[in-house]
């Protein structure tokens, strides 16, 4: 089989059956003897994976899938004495040291670059809550072994267990709590790799050095139980979802380059689990409490995260009011928070917000405060789009006929992830959450959709249903949902046959 040495200037490369790309001249220049070209068939994006990036994500996923092979004689209690080390590590400020001074120095390169660094940090709190998670999953139970379902037959009986999936791959963003996340899959008898994103290596290494590989050793678990790629290079994100000993793949981050990973990963035979698109919905009914409505618009805007509200439609019939108590929980946001929230009201809708609310203000952006309009009017086929705010919040309104209506748009438009309703009809909610396709559906605040806030695990991710209901796809991915399950058989007659 001939292997691709070279790649020219112009020449095109067929993908999606029927469509072409061709090599920009700087791929052309880039690409080395030994390198990889993977070809997004879905988009026709071509990636560059350099052979020394390879190299590294081949020899992690291995440690990963050489642990796995061995994690059959690990005990329980090995894994539980895993998680409390680790966090034993974390607690001690004198282990701890080394780590937040790479996390400073991750921090101050971020800025030098003009990057943001508000999830980079590793603040006291996200310190405490990575401590919680771990022991978290200590007191866990891990389900391995345990048996899903039994058949007894004449002569022998079948029982299905629950086992370990395998190698889980992660490619997360830059935040340095991702490990204790990413390390629940243990829980289950799972080993995992994992990717971050390059302005948090430095910390990542840290912890790795300081407390990841000490606590696997004393712990007694298989070295390459938890495997870094460490490396600040994105194809190292695309060279380990080509991995086919991967047995899930699972993306953390921003829209595309979360959809990008996935298409790389469904194209080697992966399965899949995707966290990239979020965005909240809120429907304000005709039987809403406006002061219930104010509390919800207020509390579900703290900070941008996947479960942030984003759109919010209020039912013609309340127009009047409940734009004011929307506007009234915004207000309350600006107060606390001290900062312009930025708006976006569908056209046609824009009378019902007063006339001072267009006037340019100060918008915390990525790159800084920006003055601009403080409400712009948008299209009705943008009511799905997901805005990435910095310190801004950013949400957009729209007035609907009915909450059948608002139900629709949400099918049509949304990532279909988190919505809620305000209403106080009983058989309204019910109708609502039968109606709408969303793995997660509340009467209130939307910042309540987290594994560990809401279930008490911590999540590895939370689903969306923009890409189907499959395993992992819809609600919280947690470490102890990453498993398979195996069939085993007891022959009680020696002389069974068939």
């Known amino acids: 089989m001939n292997e691709l040495t070279h790649l020219e200037a112009g020449m095109p490369i067929v993908y999606g059956g029927n469509r072409v790309a061709h090599v920009s001249e700087e791929l052309a220049n880039a690409f080395s003897e030994g390198d990889r070209l993977v070809v997004v068939q879905t ?44 966090a034993r590590r974390l607690e001690d400020d004198a282990t701890f040291a080394p780590i937040a001074e790479a996390n400073a120095s991750d921090v101050a390169t971020a800025q030098s670059r003009g990057r943001t660094t508000t999830r980079l940090i590793l603040s ?61 899959v243990i829980r289950a008898g799972n080993t995992v790799v994992f990717r971050i994103g390059s302005d948090a290596l430095g910390t990542a290494e840290a912890i790795v050095e300081h407390a990841l590989d000490p606590a696997i050793e004393e ?42 990973l996935g298409a790389v990963a469904r194209q080697a035979g992966l399965p899949v689990s995707l966290h990239g698109t979020g965005g909240a919905w809120i429907v304000a009914s005709e039987s809403a409490d406006a002061s219930d409505f104010t509390a919800a618009v207020a509390n579900s805007l703290d900070r941008k995260v996947c479960n942030t509200l984003n759109t919010c439609t209020i039912v013609s019939a309340r127009e009047g009011d409940l734009v004011t108590a929307f506007l009234d929980g915004v207000r309350q ?48 086929d943008r009511l799905g789009e997901e805005w990435e705010w910095e310190t801004s919040p950013e949400v957009t309104l ?53 594994g560990q806030y809401a279930l008490g695990r911590p999540e590895l991710g939370l689903s969306n249903w923009q890409f189907g209901r499959l395993f992992g796809r819809g609600g919280v991915l947690s470490g102890d949902s990453v498993f398979t399950v195996r069939t085993r058989a007891f022959q009680e007659d020696p002389n069974l046959g068939r």
Request: hydrophobic content about 45%; glycine content about 10%; overall charge negative.
């Open 124 to 184: 006291d709190k996200m310190r405490a809550d990575m401590i919680a998670g771990l022991r978290m999953w200590r007191d866990a139970p891990g389900g391995r072994g345990e048996v899903v379902e039994g058949l007894q037959h004449e002569g022998w009986r079948v029982e299905q267990v629950r086992a370990g999936l395998g190698p889980v791959g992660f490619v997360f963003e830059g935040r340095p709590n991702v490990f204790a996340d990413a390390t629940g």
């Open 219 to 260: 712990s007694g678990l298989p070295a390459g139980a938890a495997s870094l790629v460490a490396t600040a290079s994105r194809a190292a994100g695309w060279a380990m979802f080509s991995d086919p000993r991967v047995a899930l793949a699972v993306a953390r981050g921003s829209g595309p380059a979360v959809a990008q």
């Open 398 to 450: 729209a007035i609907v006929p009915d909450v059948e209506t608002a139900i629709r748009l949400f099918n049509e438009q949304s990532p279909r992830f988190a919505a809620s309703l305000i209403s106080e009809d009983a058989d309204e909610h019910e109708r609502f959450f039968n109606m709408i396709d969303s793995p997660f559906v509340g009467d209130g605040m939307t910042r309540w959709v987290d």
């Open 43 to 86: 988009t026709g994006d071509l990636l560059h994976i350099p052979k020394d990036v390879w190299a590294i994500s081949r020899d992690a996923v291995g440690a990963a899938s050489d642990a796995f092979a061995q994690m059959g004689a690990i005990s329980d209690e090995q894994i539980s004495a895993f998680y409390e080390a680790f």
């Open 333 to 380: 946001v600006q107060e606390r928070q001290q900062v312009n929230v930025k708006l976006h009201v569908l056209d046609g809708h824009q009378w019902l917000i007063p006339r001072e609310w267009f006037e340019e203000r100060p918008i915390g952006r990525a790159e800084g405060d920006v003055v601009e309009p403080q409400t712009e009017v948008i299209t009705g």
